[in-house]
């Protein structure tokens, strides 16, 4: 006899209330027990944080989040989400975590959950919008080779010079996309990533792989700076993190 | 003259390149709205508006990503397709990723 062969053994009858229905569900204990429920928690006080997950880069889960956190922002602020310019960014991200992340095996061998690729996260807190995307593939430099053409990581991490190898990594998909050498169709993904933050004005993004960590701020009163830093873990993933600060209403 | 809607006809969210990695792919919607019509030399107007927007693997998989499937010059692709939109610098976007594919290509 199999698990899947025993009676289901809880099953969660839904609270009429909506409250409850929505911490049920931020907390995921739908998820445990099987049980279906659709509901978008959206209460202030069940969420700040609200996130989705997927295994392939179809737009419709991301994008219905998305459009929930955008009508509230504009609902609640002066300065309204772009969601074309947002979106941009964060499609990439998706794709870039399912067609590139998990492309090679980690050194520790974890080759990936079957169902789950990627995780969304967005956040509307004290005025500033934050969305991140996270995966537990290989990072940004076991892949660079496929996603940049040769010629240009060399040329990059000459000029890069000593220092962490997953900043330089980081930072050369950056400059590929910001350069647009045009070399290749592809590897324009991380253009779209910086694309959110000038669209929207200002923001910072961050972008964290293995042991690496760039931040890219952005006004348009004083364009574009950036840091690296070295972590001194290793945190066996890509997280893509923007920050956007809103106007007050 | 085909008319064709993202918004209406594939998805209200396009994202990625490839179908293997999801249905709302530049790939798929290359596959089942331009292919054909441009192979038969049909006129094409493909409306952008209406989605919640498009990342740069969808829209180059889809139009840069019709001249390489079918080896087209961008001349003849580009006059038999129009792109609508209400954002221009999204009409220049994808005339780029046709020009590009198509200097690649020879």
Redo the contacts between chains.
Sequence with gaps: MTQSDLAKPITIIDPRIRRPREVMKQIGLYEITGDRCDLIPERKDVVYWRATKGR?????T???L??VVAERVNSEHAQQLE???????L??A??NS??HAYSKARPDGFAGLPETKWWMFTQLRDGVFTMAVCDLGCGYQATIDETLPEKFIATFAEAFGLGNRDCMAIDAAMEYGRSGT?QD??G??S??ARSVIEQHGSGELWILSNTGWMTYAYSRAEGWSNTRHALGIDIKGTIVWWKLPLKEA | MIMVSVANNFTRFPSGRYKRNGETSGEGFREKFLEGPLQRGEHVTVDLDGTVGYGSSFLEEAFGGVVRSLRLKADYVLSLLTIKSTDPELVNEVRQYIVEASEKLS
């Excluded at chain 1, 969601?83 to 960014?89: A, D, H, Q, Y």
Aim: hydrophobic share 25%; aromatic share 4%.
């Design positions: 392939d880069q179809s737009g419709g991301p994008g219905q998305l459009e969601l074309s310019g947002v979106w941009r960014g499609s990439e998706v794709a399912v067609d045009k169709e592809r324009k993904g253009r779209d």
